[in-house]
C-alpha cells in the first residue's frame, strides 16, 4: 500500500470533496482518510459481490464477523469479550443517539465534553433533553478533561448519563488508566452511566493503550462502548459500528430503543470488518506509521505559522489547531481564503479553533501548509 497515493475520488461523491467541488479550496475536514482500503478487504467485497444475492442477513447469524470483533478486542485490548455483549449499530452516531432513548427519560440531563464533534454536541438536543458540558483543558501540553467540571455536573440529579469520546474528538488524547478511575469513581458515585464513543481507538500514533471502558472493572455494568472499523480501515461508507454492553439489562433496553427505526448492519459492512480485522494487521501498522509522520510534519509546520499552535494528538488522524493568535472575527472564513477546507471550530464549541484532518497524502499536507503560510 502506497499511502502516498492521491486517489480521484470524484466517481464515488465523497462528501469530503462535493462541498468544495469547484473551487480550488483543498478539503481537510470531514473525518474519513485518502487511503485505499486494504486488500483483503477489497477482495472479501469482491467475493461477496459476486455472490450475487443481497438478502436479509441477521447480523447475529454472522459468526465470523463477530468473532472476528472477539478476537480484535482481545488481541488489540486484551480484553476478553463474551459474543452476546455485541450489538451492531449501523453508525456510532445512531447508537449513542439510540443511547440516550434507552438509558435517559424526559427532563433527563446529558453530559458531554467539550470541544466535541457536532454530532454528539447535538444529540441531547435531538432528543429532547438538556445537555452540561465539561471543558476540555489543556495540562502539561496535553489535552484531559476538567474533572472538577465533571464531578460538578454528575452531581446534578438530572444527570443520567455521559456521553465520552476516547480518544478525544477533535484534541486527540487517550484517557490513561488514572483519568478513566477518575471517571469511573465521579460517575458511579453519582450513579450516571457511561456512553464510550471510542471510533478512533485503533489511530494511536504514541506509546498510549487504548483502555474501553467497559472493560473497566467498575464501569463494566454501567457503560456502553462504541466501536467500528470505519476510521480505522476507510470504511465509514459501509455504515457498520458495534456497540459492546456486558450488562444484560443495559443491553436489552438499547437493542429495545433500536426496535423499527435502526435497521440491521449491510452485509458488506459486516464483510469488511470481518476482512479488517482478521487479515490487515500489516496495513494497519503501516497506516499507524504514516500517520505518525504526518503528524509530526503537520504539528511542525503549524507551530511555525504566526497566529497558530497545535499539540500533537496521541490518536486519530485529526489535528485540533488553535487559531485565537490570528485574531480574526472567523476563523473558517481566514482558513477557506487561504484556499483550505478545515472543520470549523465553532462547530465543536471553539470558534478560535479548526480540526485539519492529515490522513491524506503527504503532498497534501505541503500544499495545506504553503496555502496557509502565505
Given amino acids: 500500500m502506497n499511502f502516498s497515493d492521491k486517489p480521484d475520488r470524484t466517481a464515488s461523491k465523497a462528501y469530503k470533496w462535493e462541498k468544495y467541488k469547484g473551487t480550488e479550496i483543498l478539503p481537510m475536514w470531514i473525518a474519513d482518510t485518502e487511503f485505499r482500503c486494504a486488500e483483503p478487504i477489497l477482495q472479501a467485497l469482491h467475493d461477496r459481490v459476486e455472490d450475487g444475492l443481497f438478502g436479509y442477513t441477521l447480523p447475529a447469524h454472522d459468526t465470523e464477523a ?30 449513542f443517539n439510540v443511547a440516550i432513548q434507552a438509558y435517559c427519560q424526559e427532563g433527563d440531563t446529558i453530559i458531554v465534553q467539550t470541544p466535541n464533534y457536532p454530532p454528539l454536541l447535538a444529540a441531547p438536543g435531538i432528543n429532547g433533553l438538556n445537555r452540561t458540558c465539561v471543558p476540555t483543558v489543556e ?61 478512533h481507538c485503533d489511530l494511536i500514533l504514541d506509546e498510549s493503550k487504548h483502555l474501553p471502558a467497559s472493560a473497566h472493572q467498575d464501569l463494566s ?30 443491553r436489552a433496553a438499547f437493542n429495545k430503543a433500536t426496535r423499527g427505526i435502526v435497521p440491521w448492519v449491510t452485509v458488506t459492512g459486516l464483510t469488511a470488518t470481518n476482512a479488517a480485522f482478521r487479515h490487515c494487521d500489516d496495513w494497519h501498522k503501516d497506516e499507524l506509521s ?26 486519530t488522524f485529526l489535528l485540533w489547531v488553535d487559531a485565537s493568535g490570528l485574531e480574526v472575527a472567523d476563523t473558517q472564513k481566514w482558513c477557506e481564503e487561504k484556499g483550505i477546507g478545515p472543520s470549523p471550530g465553532r462547530d465543536f464549541g471553539a470558534k478560535n479553533f479548526f480540526r485539519l ?12 501548509i504553503a496555502k496557509l503560510s502565505s
Fill in 66 to 95: 463477530i468473532e472476528a470483533v472477539v478476537g480484535w478486542c482481545e488481541k488489540q485490548y486484551d480484553w476478553k469479550i463474551d459474543p452476546s455483549w455485541i450489538v451492531w449499530t449501523p453508525g456510532v452516531v445512531p447508537a
Fill in 139 to 199: 495540562v502539561d501540553g496535553r489535552w484531559t478533561l476538567d474533572f472538577v467540571a465533571l464531578e460538578t455536573a454528575a452531581a446534578d440529579p438530572k444527570a443520567t448519563l455521559f456521553i465520552m469520546c476516547n480518544p478525544m474528538n477533535p484534541a486527540g488524547s487517550v484517557l490513561t488508566q488514572g483519568e478513566l478511575d477518575q471517571i469511573a469513581s465521579i460517575c458511579r458515585k453519582h450513579d450516571v452511566l457511561i456512553c464510550s464513543d471510542e471510533i
Fill in 221 to 250: 455494568q454501567h457503560s456502553a462502548t462504541l466501536m467500528a472499523a470505519s476510521k480505522t480501515f476507510n470504511v465509514a461508507g459501509l455504515g457498520t459500528s458495534f456497540a459492546i454492553i456486558p450488562n444484560t439489562k443495559l
Fill in 290 to 315: 504514516y500517520l505518525k509522520a504526518n503528524r509530526d510534519f503537520l504539528v511542525t509546520e503549524i507551530n511555525k505559522i504566526p497566529g497558530l499552535k497545535a499539540i500533537a494528538p496521541a490518536a
Fill in 357 to 368: 484532518n492529515f490522513g491524506c497524502s503527504r503532498d497534501y499536507l505541503v500544499e495545506a
